[in-house]
C-alpha cells in the first residue's frame, strides 16, 4: 500500500499555531511536566473513574510498533485486590532489600524506598500496566507483536503525563519479581506484568527526596 492509495486519509486534527504561540507552547508544557514529581506519600481520596478512563485514553493513543496496540491496562481499585497486591509485593521486596547489590542499594538510598508498600493500599487506584508479547487472533493463533518494549514504555508515559496533567501523581512501581501480578489479576498468557502506576491525590504532607533533573546541555546535543 502506498500513502496516495484507499485505506490512507487526510491528517485529522492537525493544528498549526504561529511560530510565537509554538514557543511559547513548548514552554509552557515543558515547564508543566517539569512541576511533576513522583512521591510514594498518597491520599485515600477517591478519584473519579472517568478521570482513570481519559487518562487511558491518552495512554493508548501512543504509537506502537506496526500499530499493534500491544498493551493492557488493569485498574484496581478494589480495596481486597489492592491488599492481595500490597502483600506480594511486601514478600518480593523484603527478598530484594535483603539480597539486592550493595551499589543498587546505595544507588537508591536518596530515594528513600524500602520494602515497606502502605501507598498500595492507601492510593486509590494501581494501575497495572501489561505487555502482550503477542497478540492472539480470533482462533487463538499467535500475532507476533514488534518493538513491544518501546511501545509499552511510550504508552506507559503518555499515561504518567495524562496522570500529571489532570491534577493527580503517580509512583512507579516495579515490584521484583512481579509474575505474581499475572495470577492476581488473573492475565492471560501472552502477557507480562511491566509496571504499578499507583495514582491518586498526593496526601496532605506528600515529600519527595530533594532531587534535581539534568539540564538540557547534559541531555540533549546538537550536531
Ligand atoms: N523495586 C524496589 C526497588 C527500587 C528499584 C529502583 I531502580 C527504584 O528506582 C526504586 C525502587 C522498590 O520498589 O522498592
Same mark, same amino acid.
Given at each position: 500500500?502506498? %500513502? ?7 491528517? /485529522? ?6 511560530? $510565537? ?10 515547564? %508543566? ?5 513522583? &512521591?510514594?506519600?498518597?491520599? $485515600?481520596? /477517591?478519584?473519579?473513574?472517568?478521570? +482513570?478512563?481519559?487518562?487511558l ?8 510498533g506496526?500499530?499493534?496496540? /500491544? ?6 481499585? %478494589?480495596p ?14 523484603a527478598?530484594? =532489600? ?8 546505595? $544507588? ?5 524506598? %524500602? ?9 486509590? =487506584?494501581? +494501575? ?5 508479547? =503477542?497478540?492472539l487472533?480470533? !482462533? ?5 507483536? =514488534?518493538?513491544? !518494549?518501546?511501545?509499552?514504555? +511510550? ?15 503517580a509512583? &512507579? ?9 499475572? *495470577? ?5 498468557? !501472552? ?13 496532605a *504532607?506528600?515529600?519527595?527526596? $530533594?532531587? &534535581? ?5 547534559? +541531555?540533549?546535543?546538537?550536531?
Amino acid at each position: 500500500m502506498s %500513502d496516495g492509495e484507499p485505506g490512507f486519509e487526510p491528517l /485529522p486534527g492537525y493544528v498549526e499555531y504561529p511560530a $510565537a504561540e509554538m514557543e511559547a507552547r513548548s514552554r509552557a508544557f515543558a515547564a %508543566d511536566l517539569q512541576r511533576r514529581r513522583t &512521591t510514594r506519600h498518597f491520599s $485515600a481520596r /477517591p478519584v473519579a473513574r472517568a478521570v +482513570i478512563e481519559s487518562c487511558l485514553e491518552a495512554a493508548g493513543s501512543a504509537p506502537s510498533g506496526a500499530h499493534l496496540q /500491544p498493551w493492557h491496562f488493569v485498574v484496581v481499585g %478494589d480495596p481486597a485486590l489492592k491488599r492481595r497486591i500490597r502483600e506480594a509485593a511486601e514478600r518480593a521486596e523484603a527478598e530484594f =532489600y535483603a539480597t539486592a547489590p550493595a551499589d543498587w542499594l546505595a $544507588a537508591l538510598a536518596p530515594l528513600g524506598t %524500602d520494602a515497606h508498600k502502605p501507598h498500595l493500599e492507601t492510593a486509590p =487506584y494501581l +494501575i497495572a500496566v501489561f505487555a502482550q508479547r =503477542y497478540g492472539l487472533g480470533a !482462533n487463538g493463533e499467535r500475532r507476533t507483536h =514488534y518493538y513491544v !518494549n518501546e511501545s509499552v514504555g +511510550i504508552a506507559t508515559g503518555f499515561l504518567l503525563a495524562a496522570l500529571h496533567h489532570a491534577g493527580l501523581v503517580a509512583l &512507579t512501581h516495579t515490584p521484583s519479581p512481579m509474575g505474581f501480578l499475572t *495470577d492476581v489479576l488473573e492475565r492471560p498468557a !501472552n502477557e507480562r506484568p511491566v509496571m504499578l502506576v499507583v495514582t491518586g491525590y498526593p496526601a496532605a *504532607d506528600a515529600r519527595v527526596p $530533594a532531587l &534535581t533533573r539534568k539540564p538540557l546541555s547534559e +541531555i540533549a546535543s546538537f550536531r
